[in-house]
């Protein structure tokens, strides 16, 4: 079998990634259809040895698309999303649009795949980047012990702002080297040589991101009951995101255990070896591979049964165009 796909946010940095990812997996297409904003019509970009042109979102766009990879923001995906299902097309959807619908499954195919069978709405959400990574190390340990409370700390790269974040860091490192005055761009602060938490506010004092681990990651898990206690932060690194996540479950857990479940887990590589300087999973590491590296797996000092661990994935890929063409993959096989 082979499908027509259509990639819309093409141009930016996560549509640019699910066009390396389609191309990279071989994914099977007869047609590539490639839409973005009028201003980028008639733009080219490369796929497969050759160019395909850039058109502009019609009414049209989606006739005879089988599936729909949508990575242009919340505004265009509540707009297009239910034009482009309404035509046929199973539509993925990275932004935040759909994720916390009730009609719209949430998906992580390593996780729960099987909730993409039931779309209402023909609209399939891709979740949050540092989501993502998080509930592809838990899964096999809730399905084992059943988690309780989550705490969680994220390192979260530039790219997962965008192109022009990524810029804006490496500009002011180059301000603060030559010892200029650092003039931020898109940061709400100096992010080179620093930490921000740069996200918009959400309830009760939380960042809109802190809330969207909460909430996705027990619409994904299909718990209620997880706790999360989630403080997300943003660090001068270009690419791929780092958390430090504590874990207690249900019942006692040990780091020997959660090895053992975590060296045969889909979608994780386990670091093990004891610790030493600079053998953990690294950002730099990460970056440009597919899967979601789990190390620093240990019992917990203060909470018997509990553990801890350090989790990094790289949040254009796994984080983001990996994990909706993997749905794509597994809806429309070979």
Sequence with gaps: MAYVVAVVGATGAVGREMLRTLEGRKFPMKKLVLLASPRSAGQ????????????????????????????????????????????????????????????????????????????????????????????????????????????????????GKGHAAVEDLLAQTKQLLAGETVTPTVFPGQIAGNLIIDWKAGADDYSEEEWKMVNETRKIMGDDTIGVSPTTVRVPVVNSHSEAIHVQFKRPMTAAEAKMLLKTAEGVVLADAPYAPGNSPQPLHATGTDAVYVGRVRDDLAVPGAINMWVVSDNLRKGAALNAVQIAERLFPR
């Design 44 to 159: 080219k970009l490369p796929f497969n040895g050759t160019e395909i042109t850039i058109e502009a979102l019609t009414s049209a766009s989606f006739d005879g698309v089988d599936v729909a990879l949508f990575s242009a923001g919340s505004s265009v995906s509540l707009e297009w999303g239910p034009i482009a299902a309404k035509a046929g097309a199973v539509v993925i959807d990275n932004s935040s649009a759909w994720r916390m619908d009730k009609d719209v499954p949430l998906v992580v195919p390593e996780v729960n795949m099987a909730a993409a069978a039931n779309r209402p709405k023909g609209i399939i959400a891709n979740p949050n980047c540092s989501t993502i990574q998080m509930v592809v190390a838990l899964k096999p340990l809730h399905d084992a012990a059943g988690i309780k409370h989550i705490v969680v700390s994220t390192y979260q790269a530039t790219s």
